[in-house]
């Protein structure tokens, strides 16, 4: 099945040490999204890359930053974890071009700071 | 400004019962407004979608309603099951773009049998 599949799952790390999350698709979507999940709160976009265009939200932090080397391929960096950054990341993928597509999400990793 | 603002935050139903979730906006740039569910522990899925020249839209057991001059639109779940028990959130397509989505804070629904 075509899908978006991140990793870990699950991802400890400690507070101030760079920490990596990937994501990968086998869907062929041009768009790649990344975004934040606080605890009972609303998806919040980070970023995205529209092919191998990066777009960076106004307000994303510059401690998170993100890497494409691939159409398959994405991944966040985030510099110096603070305890703040502690949320689910969310990947998520679309076709790009003319008229709404939808956006598909994969499970999540859940970050920890300690 | 870009906002979706999502009510109840929480809501418990009865096996059986219509579950009621409101969204509202103030941007007029929003072209399409999708529901997504998610269950603890994975990322949302979609669950249905609705542009804003149609005032309703129905899949199975699931309806949206579309008010485009109130600025408001919901999601009806009929005959709900404990099987729906997850969170809901509306969304809101920024037009033009890149398919940037304004999420609502969510609702989390409980279905009791």
């Known amino acids: 099945d075509a899908m978006v599949i991140q990793n870990p799952r699950y991802q400890v790390t400690q507070f101030g040490k760079p920490v990596t999350l990937s994501c990968s698709q086998t869907?062929?979507?041009?768009?790649m999204y990344w975004y934040q999940q606080k605890s009972s709160q609303a998806p919040k976009l980070l970023f995205h890359?529209?092919?191998?265009?990066?777009?960076n939200e106004a307000d994303t932090p510059d401690n998170f930053q993100s890497r494409r080397p691939n159409t398959s391929f994405c991944f966040l960096d985030i510099r110096s974890p603070g305890l703040g950054d502690a949320a689910m990341y969310l990947c998520?993928?679309?076709?790009?071009?003319?008229?709404?597509?939808?956006?598909?999400f994969g499970p999540g990793t859940r970050l920890t700071v300690t | 400004q870009q906002q979706v603002k999502q009510s109840p935050q929480s809501l418990i139903v009865q096996k059986g019962g219509i579950s009621i979730i409101n969204c509202a906006y103030e941007n007029t740039a929003f072209d399409y407004f999708p529901w997504y569910q998610q269950f603890p522990g994975k990322g949302p899925a979609l669950l249905i979608a609705?542009?804003?020249?149609?005032s309703e839209k129905k899949e199975g057991r699931f309806t949206i309603s579309f008010n485009k001059s109130a600025k408001q639109f919901s999601l009806h779940i009929m005959d709900s099951q404990p099987g729906d028990s997850a969170t809901y959130f509306c969304a809101a397509r920024v037009s033009g773009g890149y398919n940037k989505l304004i999420f609502g804070a969510g609702t989390r629904l409980a279905v009791h049998p």
């Open positions: 609705i542009r804003p020249d149609v």
């Open positions: 998520a993928t679309s076709l790009g071009g003319q008229g709404v597509h939808e956006q598909y």
């Open positions: 869907l062929n979507h041009n768009v």
């Open positions: 890359y529209y092919d191998k265009d990066f777009n």
